[in-house]
């Protein structure tokens, strides 16, 4: 019999070191819901940056991974290298799995039966409902245009009074953002559903807390129940009348499907927003947003260099800077085998900041 080797391990020093300057600031300013305080916090302190340079010593130490850390009780192996990011992500959800322990615990909070915490045949009904509603493979959605005007409804009330400030603050953006997100998943009568929102935000709220923190079960089954007798008005031109028209299976579970996108909306206001204080701080880059927008004629469908604007805010502030799998089965890897049920961690700012292999890894680059 051929004996494997085992990947690397990290000693007891590196290991803390990742879990200090890495992990628990990422968890301390909320995995589900941020905490405003704890990510102030972060920021001024530098977290991030330590957190990237920590990860480029022990890359350099190392070499490229992955590299199994000595955690009690918990099988964990950090990503080093981005092949290794592109093998782990391109193959889920076999060896590795998107239902980690870590998901279960936390999304059970608010959505016990969502594609992110189901595997098997469960999961791959409640993908394709996902992909199906969402229209993941069309470049636009084909409600795009209702969309629109409903964005630009509400982005005209907010900012009447920016302009009277002299400024866009995050309070009034956000509120105007939700308003967009109920509009565009239930219809018109949710715009002003503030108890909605307000359901979601607190059981996420929990949800930080994972196993840590007892499920609020009466509360998500109202939040649930309000979340089901939105989606049976089935208002045209709404997500929710997509699903009304869909053949529907037992393993479906629409209505657990939901909740993730209002939680997945929370982080895409907040890429919007850091993308539109790049554009006001960088000159130049915001002229060229501008001249693209003038001389649109898709209808606001086509705007490679402001989409390109939004995905710099997502690579100098990934929403989900902590990427997590699960190993289904023993996976080989040039440097040795990973055995099965290892959580797998990439922390995604260190290949987005990596200034060793990134010329513009600090620069807004769109």
């Excluded at 690397?8 to 879990?19: E, F, K, Q, W």
């Excluded at 939700?178 to 219809?187: A, E, S």
């Excluded at 206001?269 to 993308?275: E, L």
């Excluded at 947003?289 to 502030?317: F, I």
């Amino acid at each position: 019999m051929t004996m494997r080797n085992a990947l690397p391990t990290a000693s007891i020093r590196d290991t803390l070191g990742v879990l200090v300057d890495v992990v628990i600031p990422t968890v301390a300013k909320g995995p589900i819901i941020r905490r405003p305080k704890m990510v102030g916090l972060a920021e001024r302190l530098q977290l991030d940056t330590r957190a990237i340079r920590r990860m480029q010593k022990i890359e350099s130490r190392y070499g490229p991974g992955p590299l199994m850390l000595p955690v009690p009780r918990w099988s964990r192996a950090l990503i080093l290298s981005p092949e290794h990011v592109h093998r782990v992500l391109d193959r889920a959800p076999e060896p590795f799995a998107t239902e980690t322990d870590e998901k279960r615990a936390a999304l059970s909070h608010f959505e016990p039966k969502g594609a992110l915490t189901s595997h098997g045949p469960e999961r791959a009904v409640r993908r394709q409902f996902n992909e199906d509603v969402l229209e993941t493979p069309k470049t636009v959605h084909g409600l795009a245009p209702r969309f629109i005007d409903v964005v630009n409804q509400e982005t005209a009330l907010f900012l009447g009074s920016a302009e009277r400030d002299g400024e866009l603050i995050w309070d009034a953006f956000f509120e105007a953002w939700f308003r967009i997100v109920r509009r565009i998943i239930f219809g018109d009568s949710a715009r002003d559903d503030h108890e909605l929102t307000g359901m979601v935000a607190e059981l996420r709220a929990d949800a930080n807390w994972a196993f840590m923190k007892p499920k609020q079960t009466d509360l998500r089954e109202r939040f649930l129940s309000t979340l089901e007798e939105r989606m049976t008005r089935a208002e045209p031109g709404s997500l929710a009348s997509i699903i009304a028209a869909m053949p529907k299976t037992p393993d479906m579970d629409p209505v657990h499907q939901v909740p993730q996108w209002l939680f997945a909306f929370d982080p895409a206001g907040m890429a919007t927003f850091r993308a539109l204080a790049l554009l006001a701080s960088h000159p130049e880059q915001a002229d060229q947003a501008r001249k693209e927008m003038a001389a649109d004629a898709s209808g606001r469908q086509n705007l490679p260099y402001l989409r390109a604007c939004v995905l710099e805010s997502l690579r100098l502030w990934p929403t989900t800077p902590l990427v997590l799998r699960q190993t289904t089965s023993e996976t080989e890897w040039e440097t040795g085998a990973m055995p099965a049920d290892t959580g797998i961690l990439i922390y995604a700012p260190f290949f987005h900041r990596d200034d060793r292999q990134l010329s513009y890894a600090q620069q807004f680059t769109p």
